[in-house]
């Protein structure tokens, strides 16, 4: 659906809402709103307004098998304001869909709509929206003013929707400070995240830029995080099948900590943004751990489980591998390219083979490794996870599908995260750079190294 097909389609649906029930008359006794989204978005690291709904097309109707408020409570760990439109649905679904929303986050809410009249500016507050977004493409610039009027009388914060330097020149004119780069071709609703780019050095400093959808890999992210403040994003993660995990590599990529051998640590990974945990099963290792042992560890979190083995028996292996549902085995020892083929006859078919590589001076020729992942590591062999770091500038050789097989590990830190996950890796592998003492996760160091990869 086009834009001009949407805000038709609005004004259509405002007329019939405006019949039944007199919203404007009840402006004066709204109350302001008390949750600012412009202070929550305040601050270094990169915020996230997030979309309590479907990645639908543009107005499109969604399957009504979306619980809002359930998702509202998966996101507040990591969101700064959640998001939805009220582009569906009567006074009372949207006011029910908003309140049950606000009983369990304190977050922010954005009304994320096609705003073509102050009436819906009262409605949403009514609603219970703490935010409104405001095109100044799809009205008079007198409407706009009246609208932005509007949302001041009941505090409620604007964002300006921008797709060009005039929408922008508007935006500023009006004193809004919080300015949204539309991402969509207005054309066929598609995404260009060129859009940001574009735009966002025209903006002057002390706004803050959110870029507007079209976001669906932490790459995307990365590779354009100098250009805004925050981004709203989310509704691809509904359709992901594992909303807690797809928000996870969403926000941090994908993340190991490695060396878990207490619950408690494996808790906290996941909480602190961890998508996958490293069990090592090498003897000889400060931190390893038997299967009874594993398998307590595995039932404390929902990560992603790899079994770090040196040159151990397939047998062993492939039962572990089975028996506690492991996503991959991790090969730290002279695995061979034929002990790697033999092993994937027997492991489960779900469970991937990583093999850790010892990097000196050159990158491995990545292509000769049958591994399906390589773990570029500064290890002493036998002696996964040594403090140093390998000369990272080497990545710089690797294409796009070369890094796609790669974790990067080895001396990982908070203090040098942000700088790992610029090389855009497929994951990152941290374990002594977030640990308190030898075998035991510090949450504060895993919640630094976390921020840091949301600088």
Not at 8 to 13: D, F, I, P, V, Y
Not at 57 to 62: D, K, L, V
Not at 361 to 376: E, W
Not at 394 to 417: C, H, K, V, Y
Request: aromatic fraction near 6%; charge should be negative; proline fraction near 4%.
């Amino acid at each position: 659906m086009a834009l001009e097909d949407l805000v038709n389609q609005t004004r259509t649906a405002l007329e019939q809402r405006a019949q039944d029930r007199d919203v404007s008359a009840h402006a004066r006794q709204q109350r302001p709103s008390n949750r600012s989204l412009a202070d929550a978005l305040a601050g270094d690291r990169l915020g996230y307004i997030l979309e309590c709904e479907q990645a639908l097309a543009f107005g499109e109707q969604s399957t009504g098998e979306i619980d809002p408020a359930a998702l509202a409570r998966t996101f507040a760990p990591f969101a700064q304001a959640v998001a939805i439109s009220f582009r569906e649905g009567r006074f009372e679904q949207n006011r029910q869909k908003v309140r049950a929303i606000r009983d369990v986050v304190d977050l922010p809410v954005v009304c994320d709509d096609v705003v073509v009249e102050p009436y819906q500016v009262h409605e949403a507050r009514e609603f219970g929206a703490d935010a409104i977004t405001l095109m100044p493409a799809v009205v008079t610039p007198a409407v706009f003013d009246e609208c932005v009027s509007a949302a001041r009388s009941v505090n409620l914060d604007v964002v300006g929707v921008v797709r060009n330097s005039d929408d922008l020149d508007q935006v500023l004119d009006a004193g809004i400070s919080l300015v949204g780069i539309d991402n969509r071709n207005f054309d066929d609703m598609s995404f260009d995240l060129g859009h940001t780019r574009e735009l966002a050095p025209k903006v002057p400093d002390d706004c803050t830029v959110i870029s507007l959808g079209g976001f669906d890999d932490h790459r995307q992210i990365v590779a354009l995080r100098a250009h805004f403040d925050a981004v709203l994003t989310g509704g691809s993660l509904v359709d992901s099948g594992d909303v807690p995990r797809a928000l996870r590599e969403l926000i941090f990529g994908r993340v190991k900590v490695c060396g878990l051998a207490h619950p408690a640590d494996a808790r906290a990974a996941w909480q602190a943004g961890a998508t996958h945990g490293g069990l090592i099963f090498a003897p000889g290792s400060a931190r390893h751990v038997n299967y009874d042992a594993a398998r307590v560890i595995c039932a404390a979190a929902p990560l992603e489980f790899v079994g770090v083995f040196v040159d151990d028996s397939m047998d062993e292996i492939a039962c572990c591998a089975e028996r506690l549902s492991m996503s991959a085995v991790q090969l730290h020892g002279r695995e061979s390219n034929d002990y790697i083929l033999e092993l994937r006859r027997r492991i489960p078919r779900k469970t991937e083979i990583w093999k850790a590589v010892h990097v000196d001076g050159k990158l491995p020729n990545l292509s000769s490794i049958h591994a399906d992942r390589i773990l570029l590591d500064n290890f002493e062999r036998g002696r996964a996870g040594k403090s140093a770091i390998f000369d990272w500038s080497l990545l710089g050789e690797l294409d796009a599908r070369s890094r796609d097989r790669i974790l990067l590990g080895g001396g990982l830190t908070p203090d040098n995260a942000a700088r790992a996950d610029d090389f855009g890796t497929w994951a990152l592998d941290v374990n002594l750079g977030v640990e308190s003492s030898t075998g035991t996760k510090s949450r504060a160091l895993l919640d630094q190294f976390f921020a840091a990869l949301r600088r």
